[in-house]
T-cell receptor, first 114, second 116 residues
Framework: SQTIHQWPATLVQPVGSPLSLECTVE??????LYWYRQAAGRGLQLLFY??????ISSEVPQNLSASRPQDRQFILSSKKLLLSDSGFYLC?????????????FGDGTRLSIL | GNSVTQMEGPVTLSEEAFLTINCTYTATGYPSLFWYVQYPGEGLQLLLKATKADDKGSNKGFEATYRKETTSFHLEKGSVQVSDSAVYFC???????????????FGQGTILTVHP
């Protein structure tokens, strides 16, 4: 079976500091990968998605970037965090083939910017 | 474009009450439909899905039927428990050939609170 891991679970960072959140998937190959941000426990915003190694698509302009250095690894980064980057970040994956596949989510990272 | 509209919350019920959370969608073609549940402090879990018209998805006592004629996918449960308190998200995946990349369109979420 497939599993998805996100870490860290919580993170407190000062404004202007860098960020690196990591997500890995086990038990499948060549998944589609996604990063979301969720504000105030509601409303998911898709930030990035990737259909393969080195292939990143951005959905919204922002202070963040994403990378996929390996098939099942997805990293969310920032060089300098802003207060507005606070939120709950979720990674998700789906099978590449077939039109009916749902996304499967990690447990999320709670990011607080001071 | 695609969109999903959920009933406004929050929804507050007593234990053993009947639950309905309305969800309607706009999409071209024949999307797949999903309900996700998010417990406090956790990620989203897939609750149920339906991939074609008249399909009924069910899990843990929850049900939803894909109604193409009314473009709806309402979530129901006959008798809710305190442990069902969570945020519920309706979502669709457009089946637009190979160009959707598995992206989902989510509703805004409905907060459910069940009291003993």
């Amino acid at each position: 079976s497939q599993t998805i891991h996100q870490w860290p679970a919580t993170l407190v960072q000062p404004v202007g500091s860098p960020l690196s959140l990591e997500c890995t998937v086990e038990g499948t190959s060549n998944p589609n990968l996604y990063w979301y941000r969720q504000a105030a426990g509601r409303g998911l915003q898709l930030l990035f998605y990737s259909v393969g190694i080195g292939q990143i698509s951005s959905e919204v302009p922002q202070n963040l970037s994403a990378s996929r250095p390996q098939d099942r690894q997805f990293i969310l980064s920032s060089k300098k965090l802003l207060l507005s980057d606070s939120g709950f970040y979720l990674c998700a994956w789906s099978f590449t083939g077939g039109p009916y596949q749902p996304q499967h989510f990690g447990d999320g990272t709670r990011l607080s910017i001071l | 474009g695609n969109s999903v509209t959920q009933m406004e919350g929050p929804v507050t019920l007593s234990e053993e009450a009947f639950l309905t959370i309305n969800c309607t969608y706009t999409a071209t073609g024949y999307p797949s439909l999903f309900w996700y549940v998010q417990y406090p402090g956790e990620g989203l879990q897939l609750l149920l899905k339906a991939t074609k018209a008249d399909d009924k998805g069910s899990n843990k006592g929850f049900e939803a039927t894909y109604r193409k004629e009314t473009t709806s996918f309402h979530l129901e449960k006959g008798s809710v428990q305190v442990s069902d308190s969570a945020v519920y998200f309706c979502a669709l995946r457009a089946n637009a050939g190979g160009t959707s990349y598995g992206k989902l369109t989510f509703g805004q979420g409905t907060i459910l609170t069940v009291h003993p």
